[in-house]
């Protein structure tokens, strides 16, 4: 909790069995408030001796241990309301980035407001720190998509491709969810239908396939996003090799575009030209979007200070957004590249190292552009 009256006296409220965990990692907040959670039992009296369940003998001894013991609340909301009559915020208006909890609270004179976009306002520029750490992720999937192309064999499936990838992000330090960190559903025949992955998919992967690598994951809280496109024991043919080319035509043209002050339809706009102007068959089927990446595949404000919808938003110096390109086929000529772009000065920078082409086993097909 921060208070604008008390801006140097952050307050973490917690629960009880999460308090040792900072005996190990240390946080800035020195006033950290336990409450009694659901790990203690409902059939015998609270006792304000709980706490010592969770605290390590060899940390008992920490000074903000003794603060938070003696600040010790018997549920969540109890500790809350504490927390907001110090911090001089109980008749003050406080956003909440769950605003259901702040009405929940009942505060007499509390005015609750919405604090997640506050919150992703404060994440959508990123420090060097943080640019870092996208930088180490996408690495990380950049080395996963590689090893995963490596692992395929004929007669392998969706599934073995899956958990390939999985298996290549848990050797490189990472972590994918539940049903896969594979994004792209992969319709068959000539299909251009847009689906996602469902984990349930498979189907054998026959060579000549266009495999839509739209990997996420994250090391270290942060996420890691995007991919491209791999055909399986080939590479584009006919008109997919248009699209490809075309494809690659645009990312190159709108990481130049990719300033601060750019609004997302603009860009848009400016990806759909290019295509035009690649002699692509169908420029309005193109998808091309973008989003913020960081702690989340957002990042961004969904609504501004002022209340108005941030559906076209701004690049920001300092941003890292995501630009997806997907001009659409059947099995054998769609095409998809998600580049993770760093929004500067001069342009967006590409977190990937392996340029615009489609890949193959040995790497990825250099571009004319």
Same mark, same amino acid.
């Given at each position: 909790?921060?208070?604008?009256?008390?801006?140097?006296?952050?307050?973490?409220?917690?629960?009880?069995?999460?308090?040792?965990?900072?005996?190990?990692?240390?946080?800035?907040?020195?006033?950290?408030?336990?409450?009694?959670?659901?790990?203690?039992?409902?059939?015998?009296? *609270?006792?304000?001796?709980?706490?010592?369940?969770?605290?390590?003998?060899?940390?008992?001894?920490?000074?903000?241990?003794?603060?938070?013991?003696?600040?010790?609340?018997?549920?969540?909301?109890?500790?809350?309301?504490?927390?907001? %009559?110090?911090?001089?915020?109980?008749?003050g208006r406080v956003a909440f980035d769950d605003m259901g909890f702040g009405f929940r609270l009942?505060?007499?004179?509390?005015?609750?407001?919405?604090?997640?976009?506050?919150?992703?306002?404060?994440?959508?520029?990123?420090?060097?720190?943080?640019?870092?750490?996208?930088?180490?992720?996408?690495?990380?999937?950049?080395? *996963?998509?590689?090893?995963? #192309?490596?692992?395929?064999? %004929?007669?392998?499936?969706?599934?073995?491709?899956?958990?390939?990838?999985?298996?290549?992000? $848990?050797?490189?330090?990472?972590?994918?969810?539940?049903?896969?960190?594979?994004?792209?559903?992969?319709?068959?025949?000539?299909?251009?239908?847009?689906?996602?992955?469902?984990?349930?998919?498979?189907?054998?992967?026959?060579?000549?396939?266009?495999?839509?690598?739209?990997?996420?994951?994250?090391?270290?809280?942060?996420?890691?996003?995007?991919? %491209?496109?791999?055909?399986?024991e080939g590479e584009p043919e006919g008109a997919a090799k248009r699209f490809a080319d075309a494809?690659?035509?645009?990312?190159?043209?709108?990481?130049?575009?990719?300033?601060?002050?750019?609004?997302?339809?603009?860009?848009?706009?400016?990806?759909?030209?290019?295509?035009?102007?690649?002699?692509?068959?169908?420029? *309005?089927?193109?998808?091309?979007?973008?989003?913020?990446?960081?702690?989340?595949?957002?990042?961004?404000?969904?609504? $501004?200070?002022?209340?108005?919808?941030?559906?076209?938003?701004?690049?920001?110096?300092?941003?890292?957004?995501?630009?997806?390109?997907?001009?659409?086929?059947?099995?054998?000529?769609?095409?998809?590249?998600?580049?993770?772009?760093? #929004?500067?000065?001069?342009?967006?920078?590409?977190?990937?190292?392996?340029?615009?082409?489609?890949?193959?086993?040995?790497?990825?097909?250099?571009?004319?552009?």
């Amino acid at each position: 909790m921060l208070s604008r009256h008390m801006p140097d006296h952050p307050v973490l409220i917690l629960a009880d069995y999460y308090l040792a965990t900072f005996l190990k990692q240390p946080t800035w907040v020195e006033d950290l408030r336990p409450f009694r959670a659901v790990m203690m039992p409902l059939d015998l009296p *609270a006792q304000r001796s709980d706490i010592d369940r969770f605290i390590p003998q060899d940390g008992a001894e920490a000074s903000w241990i003794a603060h938070a013991r003696a600040a010790y609340a018997f549920d969540m909301a109890s500790a809350v309301r504490r927390a907001l %009559k110090d911090l001089r915020l109980e008749h003050g208006r406080v956003a909440f980035d769950d605003m259901g909890f702040g009405f929940r609270l009942e505060v007499e004179g509390l005015e609750v407001a919405d604090g997640y976009d506050p919150l992703m306002f404060a994440r959508a520029v990123k420090t060097e720190t943080e640019l870092g750490l996208l930088q180490r992720a996408t690495a990380l999937n950049e080395a *996963a998509i590689r090893r995963t #192309i490596a692992a395929w064999d %004929k007669g392998a499936t969706w599934r073995d491709l899956n958990k390939a990838y999985a298996c290549a992000v $848990t050797e490189l330090g990472g972590f994918v969810r539940d049903p896969g960190g594979m994004v792209w559903g992969h319709p068959r025949g000539t299909d251009p239908a847009l689906t996602l992955a469902t984990g349930l998919e498979n189907d054998v992967i026959e060579p000549g396939s266009h495999v839509m690598f739209d990997c996420h994951g994250t090391i270290d809280l942060y996420c890691w996003d995007g991919g %491209k496109t791999w055909v399986v024991e080939g590479e584009p043919e006919g008109a997919a090799k248009r699209f490809a080319d075309a494809t690659a035509r645009v990312a190159q043209m709108l990481l130049s575009a990719m300033r601060p002050g750019a609004r997302i339809s603009e860009l848009q706009a400016k990806g759909r030209e290019i295509y035009r102007r690649e002699g692509v068959p169908d420029p *309005a089927s193109a998808v091309i979007f973008f989003h913020g990446l960081g702690l989340s595949h957002m990042d961004i404000e969904q609504r $501004t200070a002022g209340g108005k919808s941030n559906v076209d938003w701004m690049l920001e110096d300092g941003m890292v957004v995501p630009v997806h390109l997907l001009y659409p086929g059947g099995e054998h000529e769609r095409f998809w590249l998600e580049e993770v772009v760093a #929004i500067g000065n001069d342009g967006g920078k590409p977190l990937f190292s392996w340029g615009f082409g489609p890949l193959t086993r040995e790497g990825s097909i250099k571009q004319n552009h």
